[in-house]
């Protein structure tokens, strides 16, 4: 890997490297390699301690080549020729044409992981990355516990204490996420990852999968707490009792629930239409002669919550009777909640 990246390195003008290795008291013989490999090449450099996990080791190495190597850009990539080293150019290239972090995908077209891996380490890392994607809303990204990546000194300095905490694959994650928290702009890298020759894969199955899910799901609420969506729920608060009220009137006058449903979730929008213009995004308020089409596109986009609301009223109803509509009501105003707040903030009043 050493004798790989030299002669890489060497062909890339006007950047001088230094190749950090960290060595947590491996038993394969690591440290020895890199010793004698220092005789020759003074740009070499390793940096050894206890055995305390992936994120730790590049926390860890991360730190030293910022304080003690002083470096302005940070590329990071696995010692086993996992990751090619000749496509190291293509990362500083990305960097060099204004992105500030450029991450290797196994996920994009170029790219490809091991066809001999087994069933069930091809399944954790598809279903993880893809849950990680789209449960941080971050999906312009495809693969987030890669560890093939380059990036500017300052996303890490900015990051550090924030991921220190956490350990294994879940670190990646979380460095990438807090970089683009902070505004990193992002490019990809298509790679082959290649299968280890010797030993086995670190993943603790049970461990890998919940420490994911905690992490995506303790984020994305902050996330929303921090945002728009505490103010969401308040509208959305007010629109459910108009909405219950007036589904209450009509069931006693003799309407199906259905009907009463659909009919109070109308009021309830227009309630909500208001309410979120002129409160939860006042930041994004819709003005003058837009107002008129946005309703009309709010309506349209509230249509698929109203959608949901009535038909599970109507499908619960039709399987448990009408005596259980209310429970049918409840479910569905949760499923239409989230699909509420994704409309209004990705299409009513997105971002420009």
Same mark, same amino acid.
């Given at each position: 890997?050493?004798?790989?990246?030299t002669?890489?390195?060497?062909?890339?003008?006007?950047?001088?490297?230094?190749? *950090?290795?960290?060595?947590?008291?491996?038993?394969?013989?690591?440290?020895?390699?890199?010793l004698?490999?220092?005789?020759?090449?003074?740009?070499?450099y390793? /940096?050894?301690?206890?055995?305390?996990?992936?994120?730790?080791?590049?926390?860890?190495?991360?730190?030293?080549?910022?304080?003690?190597l002083?470096?302005?850009? /940070?590329?990071?990539?696995?010692?086993?020729?996992?990751?090619?080293?000749?496509?190291?150019?293509?990362?500083?290239?990305?960097?060099?044409?204004?992105?500030?972090? =450029?991450?290797?995908?196994?996920?994009?077209k170029?790219?490809s992981?091991?066809?001999?891996?087994?069933?069930?380490?091809?399944?954790?890392?598809?279903?993880?990355?893809?849950?990680?994607?789209?449960?941080?809303?971050?999906?312009?990204?495809?693969?987030?516990?890669?560890?093939?990546?380059?990036?500017?000194?300052?996303?890490?300095?900015?990051?550090?204490?924030?991921?220190?905490?956490?350990?294994?694959?879940?670190?990646?994650?979380?460095?990438?996420?807090?970089?683009?928290?902070?505004?990193?702009?992002?490019?990809?890298?298509?790679?082959?990852?290649?299968?280890?020759?010797?030993?086995?894969?670190?993943?603790?199955? /049970?461990?890998?999968?919940?420490?994911?899910?905690?992490?995506?799901?303790?984020?994305?609420?902050?996330?929303?707490?921090?945002?728009?969506?505490?103010?969401?729920?308040?509208?959305?608060?007010?629109?459910?009792?108009?909405?219950?009220?007036?589904?209450?009137?009509?069931?006693?006058?003799?309407?199906?629930?259905?009907?009463?449903?659909?009919?109070? =979730?109308?009021? =309830?929008?227009?309630?909500?239409?208001? /309410?979120?213009?002129?409160?939860?995004?006042?930041?994004?308020?819709?003005?003058? *002669?837009?107002?008129?089409?946005?309703?009309?596109?709010?309506?349209? =986009?509230?249509?698929?919550? *109203?959608?949901?609301?009535?038909?599970?009223?109507?499908?619960?109803?039709?399987?448990?009777?009408?005596?259980?509509?209310?429970l049918?009501?409840?479910?569905?105003?949760?499923?239409? *909640?989230?699909?509420?707040?994704?409309?209004?903030?990705r299409v009513?009043?997105?971002?420009?």
């Amino acid at each position: 890997m050493l004798e790989a990246v030299t002669e890489v390195i060497a062909s890339i003008p006007h950047i001088a490297f230094k190749i *950090l290795v960290v060595d947590d008291t491996s038993p394969d013989g690591t440290k020895t390699a890199v010793l004698a490999f220092q005789k020759t090449h003074k740009n070499v450099y390793i /940096l050894s301690g206890k055995k305390e996990g992936l994120g730790k080791a590049l926390l860890a190495g991360m730190t030293y080549a910022v304080d003690t190597l002083n470096a302005d850009m /940070l590329i990071q990539m696995d010692a086993d020729m996992s990751h090619d080293p000749t496509v190291l150019p293509q990362f500083i290239e990305k960097l060099q044409s204004g992105y500030d972090f =450029a991450v290797g995908s196994r996920y994009i077209k170029g790219g490809s992981i091991p066809e001999n891996w087994g069933l069930h380490r091809k399944i954790y890392s598809v279903i993880g990355n893809t849950f990680v994607r789209f449960g941080l809303g971050k999906t312009t990204v495809h693969d987030w516990t890669g560890g093939y990546r380059a990036f500017y000194t300052s996303y890490f300095q900015k990051a550090k204490v924030v991921v220190s905490p956490y350990s294994g694959y879940v670190f990646q994650i979380a460095f990438l996420y807090t970089s683009m928290q902070n505004g990193a702009k992002v490019a990809e890298v298509p790679i082959r990852f290649i299968d280890r020759r010797f030993g086995r894969s670190k993943i603790a199955p /049970l461990e890998y999968i919940l420490s994911i899910i905690s992490f995506v799901l303790s984020s994305r609420y902050i996330a929303l707490m921090k945002g728009s969506f505490p103010r969401f729920a308040v509208v959305g608060a007010i629109g459910f009792l108009i909405n219950t009220v007036i589904l209450e009137f009509l069931v006693k006058s003799g309407f199906h629930p259905a009907i009463g449903s659909a009919t109070g =979730a109308e009021f =309830a929008i227009v309630s909500n239409f208001i /309410l979120n213009n002129t409160w939860t995004f006042h930041h994004r308020k819709i003005r003058g *002669l837009a107002l008129l089409p946005k309703f009309v596109q709010f309506n349209v =986009a509230a249509f698929g919550g *109203l959608s949901i609301q009535s038909g599970t009223v109507f499908i619960g109803t039709h399987i448990t009777g009408l005596d259980t509509y209310f429970l049918w009501y409840m479910l569905g105003v949760s499923i239409g *909640l989230v699909w509420n707040y994704l409309m209004y903030s990705r299409v009513i009043w997105k971002s420009k």
